[in-house]
């Protein structure tokens, strides 16, 4: 507002010198050129990709951060009600194309380049993954980003400044998963900002010491220094640049002096290295809790500095503490930050001096728990000697809002001591451990799961004693979402152009409004426009051949049909499942006379993952799959008819590459496993059809597309639980159960794919336990996949029919809706232009 005073010098040299976002192409020359020049300090005599990449790079970083701090400004000034995102993981991937595309700045970016003797696309391809995430949780609050900032919500992420992101998976000579570090840091990181000026000191350990009224006093331990830095976040065709804050950890004096004057110089380095280590190292688990002490500082650490963060905010307000959930919402992405919860009640009750019955009520109008996964080996708990150990005060508040709310529990339900057991935040044992997903849907407002089925399993199973203490109105359903900028336009631009020009909507327009793709549907009738269609896809499955010669030197013929899982290696996600059916097919052909084999299908088999290092039979699995494609692909009689490919270390970089040229996709996890999937939304997006079971997002994505344009097979929920309880008490051999599968399981056996001792652990999980229950889905599995053949080969002009009616309906699957809902139906906040 006009009053504003200049805080300090003459305005208008300020002003002179400031920086504005660049309209001409030799703007940017001037500004790459620059920064060859003076931030690089080197010169177009020696400039290889990489130089011009960080320079573009660089360019890129300052055309952001106009608009960061003009955003961050108005936030400051006008005050509007934030929503924060705290999350472990934020699977970034690469950040150049995706900033090029959402600045509006692309095509100027590509002449600019040009201009210096370079080929864009070849810088955008020296940039390094940022891997800061496993899955699909990581991409998920990834895709939430971009959608907050393209949807102009005030919405901030937090989260950790990992030195070393998701290892890189590389293939021993054996066949065998090897894991390498991913010092992604070692290169220099344009995309960040350090923030010296912003700290917080964390602390550790110690001892707490009750004082009554609730309150305590934490002393001693060890004290850490969180370091903002911050990385922008841009929303697409908008003002809006956002802020995504990652905490590093640093040493809180630098040396411990006192051991240093003592000659101690090792024990002053320890100091050093033990903070150091907290934020060193992403852990590479995906749906799978491992209860490490440098685990649960990191999410302690995280929690502390992002609320002290928060506050500090709210402080400038000048609003009683009551307000504070008018303008601060946190969403909790899965339990990793509950402890958050205790931290918030530890801050307002023992720094703040609120009473704990006011903290109470302040802390479950801020947070809202969405769950990720009712597997039970995910669901964090941790040991309560461990909590003790490392956060003394925590435990104790943690302990007190139990007691207060079994005791609410006790007054509903009198004298019901079994349900007091099995609600309480501590799980009797020894040792006792701490349920965070209790704990996480006891101080939240609102609770929600990732896709409907999902929801309602939250709600009739693990939560279930929750929902009949809160009622239904707490637990909610938000159906996840994938950004359809990175994961359509900047991946499949020739789609998304012919999207524009058939639909005749800007893409500015669309790609905010993915259900104006229903506007697609007549052209599935219009026959010059499949053919340009069905153009598209070759063109991509071309682009995946290559790259897989280059890569891995196998010839893939791209006539074929393309079939991709890609996704963590897991045993619910069933690559078993895919791999058995694989050698299946294998021994059908080999059955077959050469004639009958000129007649079938030719079909690319495509797996991409990684698996935990600690994950034995993951590791196996992909020992198996590897030395199975290599048996195959040597094969004679299997040249053009069947090839399979494991691509290794798969990433967001790879499914930018791998997604635009599927023609089939399977998401085959156990029914009711699978939370939602979000790849599955990806390939749909970019027209490729699902081969699935009845099983998270799934079953939406059919229910959009209708089900004619989805293969679905497999055993539903309701039949598993039974399932598992016959192979446990009433096991019925392979041989009989599944004929088929049992001669796959030979082979295996006999050693076709290599020594069958090193397999026998794999072929036994599934003729001994099979909890995942890849026998009694077998069959209808491989009936699936004929249905796919048929479909493919019968009638392609149907198939490419199928796609564009998919594609058409995905609309629903946008995060920009997901995040919407959140905003609307959680956060309460709105949605604020930035006006330049
Ligand atoms: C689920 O397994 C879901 C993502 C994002 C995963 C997957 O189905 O799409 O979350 N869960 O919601 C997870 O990582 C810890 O739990």
């Known amino acids: 507002d006009g009053k504003e005073i200049w805080p300090r010098g003459d305005e208008k040299t300020w002003k002179a010198g400031m920086r504005g976002i660049p309209n001409t192409v030799s703007d940017i020359t001037n500004a790459i050129v620059y920064h060859v020049q003076s931030t690089l300090a080197r010169q177009a005599y020696n400039l290889d990709n990489l130089g011009a990449y960080q320079a573009v790079a660089l360019s890129v970083r300052d055309d952001l951060i106009v608009k960061w701090n003009e955003t961050q400004m108005q936030y400051t000034r006008k005050q509007p009600k934030r929503a924060y995102y705290l999350s472990l993981e934020f699977l970034m ?13 692309k095509q100027q970016y590509k002449a600019a380049t040009h201009k210096l003797g370079f080929n864009l696309e070849d810088l955008i391809d020296a940039e390094r993954d940022a891997a800061l995430g496993n899955g699909g949780l990581g991409r998920l609050a990834a895709c939430y980003l971009d959608s907050g900032a393209t949807m102009e919500l005030p919405l901030w992420g937090y989260g950790l400044r990992y030195h070393y992101g998701l290892f890189a998976q590389h293939i021993a000579p054996d066949g065998s998963q090897l894991e390498a570090p991913d010092p992604w840091l070692d290169t220099d990181n344009p995309w960040e900002i350090p923030r010296q000026d912003v700290t917080y000191d964390v602390r550790f350990y110690g001892h707490a010491e009750r004082i009554g009224n609730g309150k305590a006093v934490w002393t001693g331990g060890q004290e850490v220094l969180a370091v903002a830095y911050d990385v922008p976040i ?3 065709s908008t003002n809006t640049v956002n802020n995504l804050r990652l905490w590093d950890a640093k040493p809180k004096r630098g040396f411990d002096l006192n051991s240093f ?11 050093n290295s033990s903070a150091e280590t907290l934020t060193r190292v992403l852990y590479p688990n995906d749906n799978h809790m491992l209860g490490k002490e440098l685990r649960l500082k990191q999410q302690a650490f995280w929690c502390a500095a992002s609320l002290s963060d928060i506050i500090r905010r709210f402080k400038q307000v000048e609003k009683p503490w009551s307000e504070f959930p008018e303008y601060v919402s946190i969403q909790l992405n899965d339990t990793h930050p509950t402890i958050a919860i205790p931290e918030l009640m530890r801050m307002l009750v023992d720094e703040e001096d609120v009473p704990w019955g006011d903290a109470w009520a302040i802390t479950t109008k801020t947070f809202f728990y969405t769950n990720h996964t009712v597997l039970p080996e995910a669901l964090e708990k941790w040991p309560v000697p461990l909590m003790e150990h490392v956060l003394p005060r925590h435990l104790q508040i943690i302990y007190d809002i139990n007691m207060a709310f079994l005791q609410a529990v006790e007054r509903k339900w009198p004298n019901d001591r079994e349900r007091l057991a099995r609600m309480s935040l501590i799980q009797e044992g020894e040792p006792k451990y701490v349920r965070m997903a209790f704990l996480a849907t006891i101080g939240s407002a609102k609770v929600n799961g990732v896709a409907e089925l999902h929801s309602h399993l939250v709600r009739e199973t693990i939560l279930r004693d929750f929902v009949d203490f809160f009622g239904k109105s707490k637990f909610a359903n938000v159906t996840n979402g994938v950004t359809p900028r990175r994961w359509l336009d900047q991946c499949n631009p020739g789609l998304s152009n012919l999207i524009t020009d058939a639909i005749q909507k800007p893409k500015a327009v669309w790609l905010k409004d993915l259900t104006l793709l229903k506007a697609l549907e007549p052209f599935a009738e219009d026959s010059v426009f499949l053919k340009k269609w069905a153009l598209i896809k070759h063109n991509n499955k071309k682009h995946l051949a290559d790259y897989i010669k280059t890569h891995l030197g196998i010839t893939v013929n791209p006539q074929s049909l393309f079939d991709i899982q890609i996704k963590r290696i897991h045993e619910y996600k069933r690559q078993s499942l895919n791999l058995l059916g694989v050698i299946h097919r294998y021994l059908t052909l080999k059955a077959m006379t050469s004639t009958e084999r000129k007649k079938v299908n030719p079909r690319v088999v495509i797996f991409g993952g990684k698996a935990a290092p ?3 039979m993951a590791k196996l699995l992909i020992r198996l799959i590897v030395n199975t494609a290599r048996t195959i692909n040597a094969d004679a009689d299997m040249k053009d008819i069947l090839t399979v490919v494991f691509v290794p270390d798969y990433s967001v970089s790879l499914a930018e590459i791998l997604i635009p040229a599927s023609d089939i996709s399977q998401h085959i996890s156990t029914a009711g496993t699978e939370a939602s999937g979000t790849s599955n939304m990806k390939f749909c997006l970019n027209g490729g059809l699902l081969l699935g079971t009845v099983d998270g997002a799934n079953i939406e994505i059919a229910e959009e597309v209708d089900s004619n344009n989805v293969f679905f ?42 020594d069958p001792t090193i397999y026998q652990p794999f072929v ?5 336990s099979d909890y995942y229950l890849v026998t009694d889905d077998f069959d209808s599995y491989v009936e699936a996949n004929k249905m796919v ?19 058409s309906r995905m609309g629903k699957f946008s995060s920009d809706r997901a995040i919407m ?7 309460n906040i709105e949605q604020f232009a930035i006006k330049f």
């Open 789 to 807: 053949d048929d479909a493919y080969v019968k009638d392609p002009e149907e198939w490419t029919k199928k796609t564009i009616l998919t594609v």
């Open 821 to 827: 809902t959140y905003a609307e139906e959680f956060w």
């Open 261 to 271: 004057n003592a000659g101690d110089y090792d024990r002053a380095i320890q100091e």
């Open 764 to 768: 036994d999980t599934i003729r001994l």
């Open 713 to 754: 097979f497999g055993h539903l929920t309701d039949a598993v639980e039974d399932l598992r309880h016959q192979h446990k008490y009433h096991p019925i051999p392979v041989e009989e159960r599944s004929p088929a599968l049992a001669a796959v399981l030979k082979e295996i056996e006999e050693g076709r794919f290599g």
């Open 614 to 616: 600690g994950y034995f």
């Open 234 to 236: 841009p929303g697409y």
């Open 93 to 105: 991937g690469r950040t150049l194309d995706n900033a090029l595309l959402n600045l509006g700045l």
